[in-house]
């Protein structure tokens, strides 16, 4: 975006005058013809010079607007302050205190942009707090004040906003970490430029990067063209865990799924899903290709006991494609020369680390984790030659290559035990049928999050939404995706 930015540097109109004119259209149609004062706060940078332009578009179209400018004429960058004398020689005033007042019709965020790099403080840091305050719709320009457009990190204190207007192309920061909370409803506007996307090494999650997988299956079909699915876990206490990630694994459309569980005498069948074949863990890892596994997933459930060591490095040392998850993850961090092994794998690898697994790999603590959610996937995805999806609000997907994607599917209600191992069960399930590794990750991290959208539209949450509820809704979308429904 910044790339583009500077390419259209003397664009004619002015890329602050497109900016500020797309915002004020947006306001427009929030305002919706409602009388009553329109408040926006003008920062110190460019932000505030879009935030002058609006004004002015605002104040022309007949509203009433109180600006107030938390800023030096003097001091602001040259296209701002073309914008703020603009603004007066139209005939506008400002005020450099808050307003008292509180009964706005809308208020504009025009404080701070994509470009801050520091903590909020002292009287910004108190008209943030205000802004906050205020009892009616608020429309961030750019980016909410006080969010980090790069990580969705809150430096300091940071505007919620109702509405969020991404100028030229979206933020990560927007997507991830605590970017969705701060957002509201985020709209993008171009301003007249044309993006070539296939230049951007981060993009969103949608169908169509995995379209090529969504075809319908033919008529003429048996079970053992769509893969077999090997899971392995369930230690004592923690069967249900393996189960999940099976019944996941079976309803998103793996031909045959097998259980491996180390608590092996506990259960000999799965009477809510008795289409799975519970097997001795040895037997499915070490059992030859053609008769029973085409992809292995080890995690749920495992346990970090030398059985469970042992059986994760068998699965490491298999042919077969695999996905890693819960306590495999947390073997290969108390066992580092698995890293290696995992690194040298010739099959495909997915690697699916919440943050606190994932600093455990990486040998740091959570927070730094989450301060560069992106860069902690990518050094991952690096370091072990894997696709890699983070988990949490904004998953991030990493490839070895470099190339990223933010995940906007999913919500609150996810925030719930089993939605991990359901999770892998769909990766598993989506490599046994033979997607390419990144089409898998990506596919199963988008239907994983749009199942619990449409279990919470349909009433089913957030608050007590379940894992064992997301496997269903999830096998809906696939098959409409797949024009199957």
Not at 35 to 59: H, Q, T, Y
Not at 181 to 210: K, M, N, W, Y
Not at 367 to 395: M, N, T
Request: hydrophobic share 45%; aromatic share 4%; net charge neutral.
């Amino acid at each position: 975006m910044l790339a583009v930015e500077q390419g259209h540097a003397t664009a004619q109109p002015a890329l602050m005058e497109r900016a500020g004119a797309a915002a004020a259209q947006l306001a427009l149609t929030l305002l919706k013809d409602k009388p009553g004062e329109i408040l926006i706060a003008a920062g110190p940078g460019n932000n505030g010079g879009d935030a002058f332009v609006v004004a002015r578009l605002l104040r022309q179209a007949g509203h009433i607007v109180v600006l107030a400018f938390a800023g030096e004429a003097e001091k602001l960058p040259v296209d701002a302050r073309a914008a703020f004398d603009a603004w007066c020689a139209a005939g506008g005033s400002f005020t450099r205190n808050f307003p008292q007042k509180k009964n706005f019709t809308l208020v504009i965020d025009g404080l701070f942009g994509s470009g801050l790099a520091r903590a909020v403080e002292d009287h910004y840091a108190e008209w943030v707090a205000r802004l906050n305050l205020l009892p009616c719709p608020m429309l961030s320009l750019d980016i909410p004040s006080g969010l980090d457009a790069d990580s969705g990190q809150i430096l300091g204190c940071a505007v919620r906003a109702t509405h969020t207007a991404s100028f030229i192309a979206l933020k990560p920061g927007l997507l991830t970490l605590d970017g969705p909370d701060q957002c509201g409803i985020i709209s993008v506007h171009t301003l007249g430029l044309e993006i070539d996307a296939t230049a951007a090494r981060g993009l969103t999650v949608t169908p169509a990067l995995f379209a090529t997988q969504l075809k319908p299956r033919a008529k003429n079909s048996h079970k053992g063209l769509y893969g077999s699915a090997g899971i392995i876990g369930g230690a004592r206490g923690m069967v249900g865990a393996a189960l999940l990630a099976g019944r996941a694994a079976l309803k998103l459309g793996a031909g045959r799924v097998y259980i491996g569980l180390l608590d092996e005498p506990a259960l000999q069948v799965d009477p809510l899903q008795p289409e799975l074949m519970l097997r001795p863990p040895r037997e499915i890892i070490g059992a030859p290709l053609a008769q029973l596994a085409t992809c292995l997933a080890i995690g749920p459930g495992l346990s970090q006991r030398d059985a469970a060591l042992n059986l994760l490095r068998g699965a490491i040392a298999s042919p077969l494609p695999l996905v890693l998850d819960a306590d495999a993850l947390n073997l290969i961090t108390t066992h580092p020369i698995l890293t290696r092994h995992i690194a040298q794998r010739k099959a495909p690898t997915l690697l699916t680390p919440h943050p606190a697994e994932a600093a455990r790999l990486l040998g740091c603590v959570t927070q730094q984790v989450q301060d560069d959610r992106i860069g902690a996937a990518l050094e991952l995805a690096k370091r072990f030659k894997s696709a890699v999806v983070l988990k949490g609000c904004g998953s991030v997907i990493a490839l070895a290559d470099g190339r990223w994607f933010i995940n906007t599917t999913g919500n609150a209600g996810m925030a719930a035990s089993g939605q991990g191992d359901v999770l892998t069960g769909i990766a598993c399930a989506l490599l046994a049928q033979g997607w390419h590794a990144e089409h898998a990750l990506l596919g199963a991290v988008h239907v994983h999050g749009a199942a619990a959208d449409e279990c919470v539209a349909q009433g089913h949450g957030p608050i007590g939404l379940t894992a064992s509820e997301t496997i269903d809704a999830a096998r809906q979308c696939l098959n409409r995706w797949r024009g199957v429904s």
